[in-house]
């Protein structure tokens, strides 16, 4: 059986081990995750190329969406409106009938019905109204626009204020301009890579900048009346030139080596 000064002398050596086990903690070198996981990331971004690659395509439009209208004028209100419906009657004929437009490809874009002032005096007055109807009508058969738009004019349109150019194949052009940056970036990573005696591995990160800016480009045409000149002058149709779309991207790439 223990004596006390032996029970004493056992509590003293372990509280002795204790306080010796903490002070060893305390001083112990730390390896957490958090500093080991810093340390990897910081040799990993030394290891980074980041460079931009454009990626840039030039297209031939395939819509055009035509700005046209009918003005007509009379006494009253009522009268001009009136006229007016009898001379979209005359065109909606050659929209749909002769050129078989789809009814969602020609919308009316504004209607207004507002009087007309004489200034000859010195106070204006009303001379008369006016009513106008405009539309945007879809058309894609562009090799034939200008005789169209010569169709148009003759059937009462009195107003065409503008053509633009576009293209319904957007998504399809996106991602050949954006494989096209991406081609771009590589070529310039394995410039720099080469360059330093190094090797690209892998991607690191992607960011596309801006998307794809596909344009529209306006033809600018003044306002005509029941004939187009060219029509009065040789009898030929009205010529109109499509031009080109420029399709643009840009993207970012990091490069692990």
Known sequence: MLSVRSKKWLISGVAAMALTTVLYVQNAPSFSPGKVYAAEQSVAVQNV?????????TIS????????????????AKDAQAANAA???????VLFD???L???????SGFRVQPEYSYTERDPKIKG???TQMLQVTYR???????????????GANQIEGVRFSTEKGQEYELQVIQKAMDNAKAKADAIAKYAGKEIKSIVAVNQGGGVAVPSQY?????MEAKSAAMDAAGSPTSISTGELKVTTNVTVQYQF
């Open 102 to 108: 789809a009814a969602k490809d020609v919308q009316t």
């Open 98 to 100: 002769k050129y078989k």
């Open 219 to 223: 033809s600018n045409i003044a306002l």
């Open 61 to 76: 439009p395939d819509v055009a969406y035509v700005s046209l209208g009918i003005r007509t004028e009379a006494e009253t």
């Open 87 to 93: 001379a979209y009657e005359k065109l909606r004929a």
């Open 129 to 131: 109204y006016s009513a």
């Open 141 to 155: 058969d562009l090799d034939n626009l200008g005789t169209f738009l010569d169709a148009a004019s003759a059937a």
């Open 49 to 57: 190329i980041t460079v931009t690659g454009q990626g840039e395509m």
